[in-house]
């Protein structure tokens, strides 16, 4: 049985000019002068245009969310009531909810539970809560969504979301040996959440728009701690540029093609999880994977725009391709998210 994507749903905070999230964040009084002068050359060089956030700028150095209704059980609410207006929300039968970094505090019942309970939404099988698979969680969930739709004949539906907000480190002293790391992370990450409808071939015809049908996953891990929590403080070592996309390229994407007998060439869509430019750059060598700028332009634009949201970043990037509602039958196009642990996961996809 074939499954597809019928629609995709993408939601922000906010967002704010980097700019201005520097001063907010790293303010003249607190930080003093000069601090803030080096956080203002950071972000300038962060290549991030606007970055959503759901903390309360007004409120630094306490962490606080802003506006209720970016709770992710608010968010987690509007996804499924959108998600399910056109087909029914009897007609979906699974929740799988994904995240590394959550303003929800009430853990118990789990936040999808809690989504559930307060959507009406009837499972046949427990919902699913996947928590620091890193930035490959998203692709895991839309996984084990798609087996279930191809099991049961019925909808699903993947929400993927991140508050990385939530762990902003505000240290103020050059001599904290986290103090460029806190830095990096405060303006790298953002927040957002992407939901995805997956509906089995028997729903096609409720949909008069062009789907994704899913062909195949490849889900991997090789340990490695070149990302991390150290101390409260998010850590991106330099080597990890190096060390993560050869890993990647040889575990969750040539496998992938090679069993399908599919070249390298004839995937035009890379839904790319946008870490960095650092990160995308490594895709371009011919040893690790030949991409051209124009395959990562997406991956870029995304980056460009929103920042590194972890776990949703490379759904994202696919919101994007799936937006543009021209005739793209039997384009081919991979999602690839990798991340902390390291966690890697592609999806194999083609244009009806």
Request: proline share 6%; glycine share 6%.
């Amino acid at each position: 049985m074939k499954v597809y994507i019928a629609r995709i749903k993408k939601i922000l905070p906010p967002s704010y000019d980097l700019d201005y999230i520097s001063e907010k964040i790293y303010p003249k009084e607190l930080a003093g002068e000069k601090i803030t002068k080096l956080v203002k050359k950071f972000a300038k060089n962060m290549h991030i245009k606007q970055k959503p956030t759901a903390i309360d700028l007004d409120s630094i150095p306490e962490i606080k969310l802003k506006r209720k209704e970016d709770h992710p059980k608010e968010w987690g609410k509007k996804i499924v009531k959108e998600l399910s207006e056109k087909i029914g929300i009897e007609n979906i039968g699974f929740l799988s909810v994904a995240y590394n970094v959550t303003y929800n505090k009430d853990f118990l019942p789990n936040l999808t539970s809690q989504i559930v309970m307060e959507t009406g939404l009837k499972t046949d099988i427990p919902p699913e809560e996947l928590a620091y698979y890193g930035c490959a969680a998203g692709v895991i969930s839309l996984k084990n969504a798609a087996e279930f739709c191809k099991k049961f004949n019925k909808a699903a539906i993947s929400f993927t979301f991140d508050q990385c907000s939530n762990i902003a480190s505000f240290i103020y002293d050059p001599k904290n040996p986290m103090f460029k790391e806190a830095i990096k992370s405060n303006l790298l990450f953002s927040d957002g959440g992407v939901g995805i409808l997956l509906i089995p071939e028997s729903m096609k015809s409720k949909f008069d728009h062009p789907l994704i049908e899913l062909i195949e996953f490849k889900i991997d891990h090789v340990p490695g701690n070149t990302i991390r929590m150290e101390n409260g403080v998010f850590v991106l070592e330099n080597s990890l540029k190096d060390e993560i996309p050869p890993i990647v390229s040889e575990k969750v994407i040539k496998p992938i093609l090679s069993e399908k007998d599919i070249p390298l060439s004839d995937i035009k869509e890379w839904a790319l999880h946008q870490g960095g430019p650092a990160i995308l750059e490594e895709f371009k060598k011919p040893e690790i994977l030949g991409l051209s700028e124009e395959q990562l332009s997406t991956s870029y634009e995304m980056f460009n725009i929103y920042g590194n949201m972890s776990a949703p970043s490379c759904l994202l990037v696919l919101d994007k391709y799936f937006s543009n509602k021209e005739n793209k039958s039997g384009t081919k196009g991979m999602i690839v998210g990798f991340g902390a642990g390291y966690y890697m996961a592609s999806a194999l996809y083609k244009w009806e």
